[in-house]
């Protein structure tokens, strides 16, 4: 099945800093990348998504970039705020034509004001 | 937060005790699943469910068994909980639509197995 490597599991940032976590997959099939926003006692909530056939995707402060060859995707937050803090999930699906997404473990942001 | 509600929020149980969890949604989402949560692992799947009475196992299924009777409804059973399975439980709904699938998670069950 779906293997998804997430990395950092700490990252620590001043205020201002820019930010990427950094995840890669291991089944080429995979099609469909979402990213998680998990705040502390919350439920993950969706971020941003990309899907295969789009190399980056952007939203504000944040943006999504998807390299198929290398089979890894990343999540850049740029100007980083103190409520970004929380912890981030990564996620591949499409695998065999199953919509299953299979999860990183997640990267603690700390955003030091 | 796309109608997703569990109950209960919070429950402190006793090892050999059965326990069930409930995941209720108002928005007629075809798929229906359960995760744990636990520190270093990040989300895992222990069942899901495509349809009413259709069900399957995730990567964590052993000592947990689901039902789906009604769209709305996807129950967690814990036939009889142990210590190892106290937990945060996050239940997700999603309707795959053109190859994605976009989950949307409830608030959560805090688990205690005594």
């Known amino acids: 099945g779906e293997n998804v490597e997430q990395h950092p599991s700490t990252l620590s940032v001043q205020e201002g800093d820019s930010a990427v976590i950094k995840c890669t997959y291991s089944d080429s099939a995979s099609n469909y990348f979402p990213w998680y926003k998990q705040e502390l006692g919350k439920r993950p909530q969706l971020i941003i998504d990309?899907?295969?056939?789009?190399g980056e995707k952007k939203d504000q402060r944040i943006a999504v970039t998807l390299n198929k060859t290398a089979k890894h995707f990343s999540l850049h937050i740029t100007e980083t705020q103190p409520e970004d803090s929380a912890v981030y999930f990564c996620a591949a699906s499409g695998t065999g034509g199953s919509y299953i997404p299979t999860f990183g473990r997640g990267t603690s942001l700390i955003v030091h004001p | 937060d796309a109608g997703i509600t569990q109950s209960p929020r919070h429950k402190v149980t006793e090892t050999g005790t059965p326990v069930t969890l409930r995941c209720h949604q108002t928005?007629?989402?075809?798929?229906m699943y359960w995760y744990r949560q636990d520190p270093g692992h990040g989300l895992r799947l222990i069942h899901y469910?495509?349809?009413?009475?259709?069900?399957d196992k995730g990567e964590v299924s052993d000592g947990y068994s689901v039902s789906r009777s009604k769209t709305e409804d996807f129950l967690l059973t814990l036939e009889s909980a142990t210590s190892s399975q106290t937990s945060v439980y996050f239940c997700a709904i999603s309707t795959p639509t053109g190859g994605t699938d976009t989950q949307y998670f409830g608030p959560g069950t805090r688990l205690t197995v005594l």
């Open positions: 990309i899907r295969s056939n789009v």
């Open positions: 469910s495509y349809g009413v009475k259709d069900t």
């Open positions: 928005e007629n989402h075809r798929y």
